[in-house]
């Protein structure tokens, strides 16, 4: 059994962590899951099904005042679900469709997410309502073509969103007119926007220059200091450098 160690996550004294087993003389009685160590305690329970199917990977965990978020991704579709605390249930939540599985919580009632290439939609978690967000709009402030390209990843300090977009980590989503476009794979941009989506700024930098990397990167909170991550570094600036 290995465990998929890159997604573990400890939450509220509790250890979730990814396994897949595999049978390499027979494939079909292999399978996945995510089990919960209870640091406590010392009980260990399993997330949902102790054996999925190999097609199904339990990621992207948020924990969140009373909940563990996460995303389980198939073959063909992505979901959403959370994680009781209190009972141990888990419950599959209502969103639009063709979610890619990126997404962030905003306090403890909105959840921001993804829907195909560029639509950003928001889920009320008091009403279970789901509103699109008219990203169109920030191209006409900046002149550019909004997020048109794809989000890499979302985080939220609970008083902003910030939208990690980087051209080189998506460019399958590329039109092929723009694959020669001069210094394409280098750009990245990060957008900002309040708890209803309201754009509140564009930071737009080149990612070999600042970051020595150009492929993906991703964000991290600490205090007032915000980190981007890549594969080789990690780089620190001042949150109110982004506002």
Known sequence: ISPISRNMVIHRNKIFLPYTFRNASNYDISFTGTAIYDMDTGKLSILGEEKQDTSLINGRFNGNGDYMYYVEKGKYKSAL???????????????????KGVY???????????VGNSELYILDLTTGENTKVKTDEWADIHEDRGLGYGIGDMVSDDEYVYYCQNYSFHDFYLPASMLSYSGMWDRAMIYITDGEGNLINRVDFNTTEVLGYSDYFTLHFCGDTIYMQTPKMVYACSRKSFI
Do not use: Q
């Open 81 to 99: 679900y959370r994680y009781s605390y209190a009972d141990g249930t888990v419950e599959k939540l209502e969103i639009a469709k063709n979610f």
């Open 104 to 114: 962030t919580i905003y306090g403890e009632t909105k959840i921001f997410y993804t």
